[in-house]
């Protein structure tokens, strides 16, 4: 007779309390549905029918989706409270192309935003600008593809876990492992452009999973790998050294002929033709090309601060570097809130022992056999580990691309406890069970009061409120991080009326500091007796001693102020 025990998992909000109790047959797995579908059906690659046949047969599984589909849209405009700075630049240079053809900096349908200078990836925006289109510019329009690249690499990572994993209970398993990641509830919620890269060499590796049954679908795998390009500078280094490798995998095992490799490798080359000349022109320091789109040229190529690779002393810095990369995976933190909660980490602690044991059954596996799909995921964790090498200032976006691997190998070493050691597996489940719901429940009730001041929460309203409170000269303080790209968020400005009238006190830095635009003066804020301006003041600033005069609106960590 089957064996049973009851997993709950309590989810916590500000409003409400949400239980859901998940019922967990020890050796079900997903016995009932493979009684209905043949052994070849069962493996057979990406197909939509398969698994919306598998969510039909599993409650638990259909569970698992709905829930981890809940937990990355829900609220996404309040939680994390506030706005990134760089979330409000990919979303106003969105918003600057899509309604006037050009960014701030005045490039018509550049392939990579100059941002502040130093530049900031273009795909997050040319994907955004649908939502912005619909439903405005605003935190839901920026962050939404963000939330919606989260629920599609849900349903990726279950084809790639069960390419990747040999049990019938992987598909529960690795939904469980990634429905519960702080990591990827987080990455999903915010709208840092670089997090497109891990979820679409996620895609791009699903592709050529299935291109071992169909090569015409190592097509869709090069397209997709070349895209990848555009979404974050790890990908310059990390996409050629693992298209070759896939490229080499599937020549020795035979599965392409020469024709079929030439043709890839064309279709990748010609996608990654603009990237290419982009990081040419910004390492050769040449100018920028103004064609059907614009190829620009950033102040500084941020490229070479991020990385070593470039530098005088690239081999001794290496060590340096890697032991950084292994730092943040072992302590599971990179001392940024924005990435990772401390007692969480992205895959709580636990998770730890849980890869190690995954990486000893996949070697032992490999050994054993050389299956070409565990192949391709251990070769896109080799390549993505040895960008630790080269990444000088290491942080959890900036590894984003090593995670996906990493839970894989998490789910497979849960997956081989469970059918090992049965109460021990159980005992892993139950506490990731406990970490994720004390996660859920300090995500949505404590981290908001510590994330909001880290992204300015209330300043877009206090700039609303300032800017009709008069029609002169608005004043607003220095202790934001590049405060003027919330001004052009918030008053959807003409970016041509920006850069008519913009005024930077470091012209030509990586960072570049704007002093003033139209209205708008951005420092200390300064009491203009008599004049009629307005003043968004930090809760920090010093008032003036005769406030009485003044009419004051706060706005959580932020006042304006106004002559009565």
Not at 477 to 486: E, F, L
Request: glycine share 6%; charged share 15%; net charge positive.
């Amino acid at each position: 007779m089957c064996q049973q025990f009851y997993l709950p998992i309590g989810l916590f909000y500000p409003y409400n309390r949400i239980v859901l109790v998940l019922y967990v047959k020890e050796v079900s797995g997903l016995t009932i549905q493979e009684q209905t579908i043949s052994r070849n059906e069962l493996h057979k690659p990406f197909s939509i029918p398969r698994i919306l046949l598998l969510l039909r047969n599993e409650p638990i599984l259909t569970t698992l989706f709905i829930l981890g589909i809940f937990i990355r849209i829900y609220g996404i405009a309040a939680f994390p409270a506030g706005l990134n700075q760089d979330e409000a630049s990919i979303g106003y240079d969105a918003f600057a192309i899509l309604n006037y053809g050009i960014d701030r900096n005045g490039s018509f349908l550049p392939i990579h935003l100059i941002a502040w200078g130093s530049g900031q990836n273009a795909l997050y925006a040319y994907f955004s600008m649908p939502f912005i289109w619909l439903f405005g510019l605003n935190a839901f329009s920026i962050r939404i593809v963000s939330a919606l690249a989260g629920v599609a690499t849900l349903f990726l990572f279950l084809y790639a876990a069960k390419r990747f994993i040999p049990n019938h209970r992987a598909a529960v398993i690795a939904s469980f492992v990634i429905v519960i990641c702080p990591w990827h509830i987080m990455m999903s919620r915010w709208a840092l452009e670089s997090n497109l890269l891990p979820a679409l060499v996620l895609l791009a590796v699903c592709f050529a999973l299935k291109a071992l049954n169909n090569p015409k679908w190592l097509f869709a795998f090069s397209a997709v790998m070349a895209i990848s390009l555009y979404a974050y500078g790890t990908a310059y280094f990390f996409v050629p050294l693992f298209v070759i490798s896939i490229y080499a995998l599937f020549i020795i095992k035979r599965l392409i002929t020469v024709w079929q490799l030439a043709a890839n490798v064309i279709a990748a080359f010609v996608l990654g033709i603009p990237i290419a000349l982009f990081v040419l022109i910004n390492r050769l320091s040449s100018d920028a090309i103004h064609a059907v789109f614009t190829i620009p040229k950033l102040t500084v190529p941020r490229v070479e601060s991020v990385s070593s690779v470039f530098g005088s002393e690239m081999i001794s810095s290496s060590f340096h570097n890697m032991k950084r990369f292994l730092e943040i995976i072992i302590s599971q933190n990179d001392g940024l809130l924005w990435n990772a909660i401390p007692t969480y980490g992205y895959m709580y602690p636990i998770a730890l022992p849980l890869i190690v044991l995954g990486l000893a059954v996949t070697a032992k596996l490999l050994k054993s056999k050389l299956d070409a799909a565990q192949l391709i995921i251990m070769l896109w964790l080799v390549f993505a580990i040895s960008l630790g090498f080269i990444l000088s200032d290491a942080n959890i976006n900036r590894i984003n691309i090593v995670f996906y691997p990493l839970l894989l190998l998490t789910a497979a070493g849960l997956a081989w406890l469970i059918d090992k050691e049965k109460w021990l597996g159980r005992l892993a489940v139950v506490m990731l069970a406990g970490y994720f719901l004390f996660f859920t429940n300090y995500y949505f009730k404590e981290y908001p009061k510590q994330i909001g001041p880290m992204f300015f929460e209330g300043l877009g309203e206090a700039i609303q409120y300032a800017s009709d409170a008069t029609d002169g000269t608005v004043y607003i303080t220095d202790k934001i991080n590049m405060p003027y790209i919330y001004v052009l968020v918030n008053e959807k400005v003409n970016p041509h009326d920006f850069m008519d009238t913009v005024v930077y006190s470091n012209p030509g830095g990586a960072f570049q500091q704007v002093q003033s635009f139209g209205r708008y003066r951005f420092g200390q804020p300064v009491i203009q007796e008599g004049e009629k301006a307005a003043y968004l003041m930090s809760s920090g600033d010093a008032l003036p001693e005769d406030i009485s005069k003044y009419k004051v609106k706060h706005f959580k960590q932020y006042l304006v102020l106004t002559e009565r």
